[in-house]
């Protein structure tokens, strides 16, 4: 037996009707180069069904992907859903990608419009000639070092500028692709990940849920995550359909600048790597900075290190450590405390805190141990790969076959990462399956490691990597990178004795350098690879 | 171009093992004749497992219709999951229906099993003559003043309690019927509406949702709204999805027990009609009750009179003008604050408060005309009848071609209510279509009135209805209840000149007569057909 209700789907078309009538004068903000450009949901809406009749009369089809290559601005936030809404797929690429991946992925999606920032177009000018499916750039706001050579090419506001402030979107099924994001996975190539109108609609809900990232009307939300990193994780869609405020920060991403937009703009919710909190911590305390309006920072992308949240509680900012990946759209948990721990000493509530916490509401998940491929039992202590399924996780890869059969297993998508579970479901990730250290048949997690030693006063970041050893197949080796002030002025022997009464004798890293930073991936996140080649030759005697 | 995401069926089954496995501590209380029963969710899922078994293998098959006649309870909340995971549909039978209209809706509905509290087994002993189709009458708890006359029939502890306590459930089509409701239209037979698993999985998120009901891990739920209403708008199903605490009244709905249940169980969310608010204040005032856990009443089912937002603001209860109907899932609308509304002051927040607020991310709405059939302008005063469409409205009623013919047009559903809308999608209802009293061919606002009478001091509640009127067509005439306190000491005067100032001289009642309590439906709202039919002989005179 059949229900009997309406088959309304669940399209973005929904999200965007809300935006523009409920919440018309909601304001969106952003950063640029000649101040704070500001306008309402109205305004932008008229401007979305602009761009779409412009893209509509330059021939664009269903589902044609439309690339972007740009930072967080209200153009970036009318490409959103002015692409999808129409039936096409935005494509959002990644500005910090290597020139050859860049254009990989290009090809690969066969994009054939990109939209430009202007300071970016030289980056695009190298590469144009091995973009043979891109039929026109549209160039938003000034390229003055650009050298022509980007063609054909229009400005973004003569795209747009003559075409009617209406449009009749067709109707959509919801499975529909809405958007594609590749992943820069660290190994092959990258892979396409093709969001579902239905995926990224049930994903802004999950945001908009209390215990999700709970974003309201109310809200002033930030997305310091960049446009192209997974939707900025869905805040800017989620945004939308609440009819929360905005504000993009454009180009201007120096914590100290994303500061004092907070307190300017009255941000409430901020979301972005730990990288940017970490590097904002100095500023506010040397400031003495308040953020009265804050109600929470949503940091993912790498492991939140609990000495971050401390740092960042002791300034009365409160940080929520939330995880997922491209692959699950990608918010999968978030660690609110649960009821029971809000009664939990201070102590106790930063343990928890450094978890990724429960799943959200669609992310069914399963802990498989490594070697027997068996589900792991909820002991807080027992660790395997993490994996999770639901309806915003991908299925498969765009175009990819053989990476989609190794990361897609009967219906779960197994995420690279290693955790453990407590009693109530709430899960902890202990590291990547490529980046524990398998030492005398033993596991040893990287990221446990890295999170203690950044709890070290004179220490800002840190990072763990396996190198070869003769007796024990693998050994940690800790790079450290000193708080400028501590530069020369911490030691190896400083490290290990922090260390010492906080993990088992064998955790114990054989040596530790010192590094002038961690380099990181496009994203933001510790590039370990690259770790890995610099100390490749490195290696250590055991007696 | 098609998504690439996982096809994952949005079913019940999903929540039921987020409440089994991440909220397993969590709790679930009960008032019983015996005081308070309480387990958690992990032995509710067993129960709910061990009651899929005795279904089974009682012979249920895939679609068929149990039906519910009983209070709010744990045994209540277990059929909620268990019938529909297993791919049977649950109908919830109004308890307070009369003997026709029952009898009516189960052979309508074809119910195969009934579960029926102890207390209530004397009312169907008198009808189960003639409803051939039930098989088996499940008796949960004790039923002293049965006859034994229900045959055949099991206890509920017996029935469930040798089976296994686990229960692989089958793949589900997220379209599947999952539960079937009957609105009590005051005209005609009852209608069913039949919710499938989509439906009440996205109404569950909504309910979630930080701009719909927030409900949270952390919250202590309280549904005074009976389980056969509407599903208590949705809270039980989104509890188990989110892991709040529920706590049921059972058959105890005095609002003094009420209000001291709330207190010692720390009821942060309570879910009811106006009357039991209403009847709450003196309680509450009286006894100089506190609820210091209680963050949210949400209110629905008749328009909140704008007094007793006012009198529960008084005592530090904030009340929630919610709006929906049993065709709606049924919450639609709710009335929390805009964020540029917080600075407002006092009088204003309630003048907004009062209104039925923001439709909910999902539900789509439009206000017509009634005479031309077109869209009303979002001026706060031109009127019409509300319409609304989205995936948790009802395309259709079940068996009722006709009804369904009249009832839903073009893909939208006619409310049947009448409603004003703001410049920012503010929906306030001023009727429903079929009680505005068309006076000189203008119409006027029964519910206004009402509002109005029941903010005089000396009124407990009132009900306004149209009068033939040879001269206008009809006029309002005022049924007023006064407070036990006053009555006698209140005249038609004394309400006249209270209304005189905030109306137009034309909108005043003609008369206003003294009753002892404004009749109520089965789900507890105004039955002005009562009434109607009481007055059907008044009418007045005019010069």
Chains 1, 2 share one sequence.
């Not at 761009?51 to 209200?74: C, H, M, P, S, V």
């Not at 991936?521 to 890995?532: A, C, E, Q, Y």
Request: charged share 25%; glycine share 8%.
């Amino acid at each position: 037996m059949q229900g009997l209700m309406m088959d309304f789907p669940l399209t973005l078309q929904h999200p965007f009707q809300r935006a523009t009538t409920l919440f018309r004068r909601r304001e969106i903000v952003t950063q640029t180069d000649d101040g704070l450009h500001r306008y309402t949901y109205a305004d932008w809406g008229k401007r979305v069904m602009q761009l779409a009749n412009a893209l509509k009369q330059a021939g664009t089809e269903d589902g044609d992907r439309i690339a972007t290559f740009g930072w967080n601005t209200y153009r970036h936030f009318e490409l959103y859903y002015a692409v999808p809404c129409m039936g096409a797929v935005l494509h959002t690429l990644n500005i910090r990608l290597f020139a050859e991946q860049l254009v990989y992925i290009v090809n690969d999606a066969q994009d054939k419009i990109i939209f430009v920032d202007g300071d970016l177009v030289p980056v695009l000018e190298k590469l144009s000639d091995q973009m043979p499916t891109v039929k026109l750039y549209v160039i938003m706001g000034d390229a003055p070092n650009a050298t022509g050579k980007l063609q054909p090419s229009i400005d973004y506001e003569t795209f747009i500028g003559s075409q009617p402030t209406s449009y009749t979107w067709p109707t959509l099924d919801e499975n529909t692709a809405a958007a594609m994001c590749y992943t820069s996975g660290t190994t092959g190539n990258p892979k396409g990940v093709v969001y579902s109108h239905r995926s990224i609609y049930l994903h802004s809900m999950g945001i908009g849920m209390a215990d999700g990232m709970a974003l309201a009307e109310r809200d002033s939300l930030l997305p310091i995550v960049p446009m192209f990193h997974a939707n900025a994780w869905g805040g800017p869609h989620a945004a939308a359909m609440v009819g929360a405020r905005v504000v993009f920060p454009g180009r201007f991403m120096d914590p100290r600048k994303v500061a004092h937009l907070m307190i300017d703009e009255k941000v409430t919710v901020a979301a972005g790597v730990p990288t940017i909190w970490i590097g904002m911590v100095p500023v506010v305390e040397r400031e003495g900075l308040k953020f009265p309006h804050l109600r929470a920072i949503y940091c993912g992308g790498s492991a939140v290190p609990r000495a971050l949240i401390e740092n960042l509680e002791r300034n009365n900012m409160n940080i929520v450590h939330a995880w997922g990946m491209t692959e699950t759209s990608p918010l999968a948990s978030l660690c609110n405390l649960r009821a029971y721990q809000e009664e939990w000493s201070q102590e106790e509530k930063f343990r928890v805190r450094a978890k990724q916490g429960t799943m959200l509401p669609g992310v069914e998940f399963r802990v498989v141990n490594i070697d027997s491929g068996q589900e792991v039992p909820w002991d807080n202590t027992s660790y395997g790969e993490l994996q999770v399924r639901g309806p915003w996780i991908a299925r498969m890869y765009y175009h990819d076959e053989e990476s989609s059969r190794t990361k897609f297993a009967d219906g779960w998508l197994r995420t690279g990462d290693v955790a453990t579970v407590d009693e109530d479901g709430i899960v902890q990730l202990v590291d990547r399956t490529k980046d524990l250290v398998k030492s005398g048949g033993e596991w040893i997690s990287s990221v446990e490691l890295e999170g203690l030693i950044m709890g070290h006063p004179k220490v800002l970041e840190a990072c763990v990597i396996a190198i070869p050893d003769a007796k024990w197949s693998e050994r940690p080796l800790a790079c450290v990178v000193a708080k400028p002030e501590f530069e020369g002025k911490v030691t190896k022997e400083d490290i290990i004795e922090f260390l010492r009464p906080q993990v088992a004798k064998w955790w114990l890293p054989d040596d530790v350098v010192f590094i002038d930073a961690v380099p990181k991936t496009s994203v933001g996140k510790f590039d370990k690879k690259v770790l890995r080649s610099r100390f490749e030759a490195y290696s250590t005697a055991h007696d």
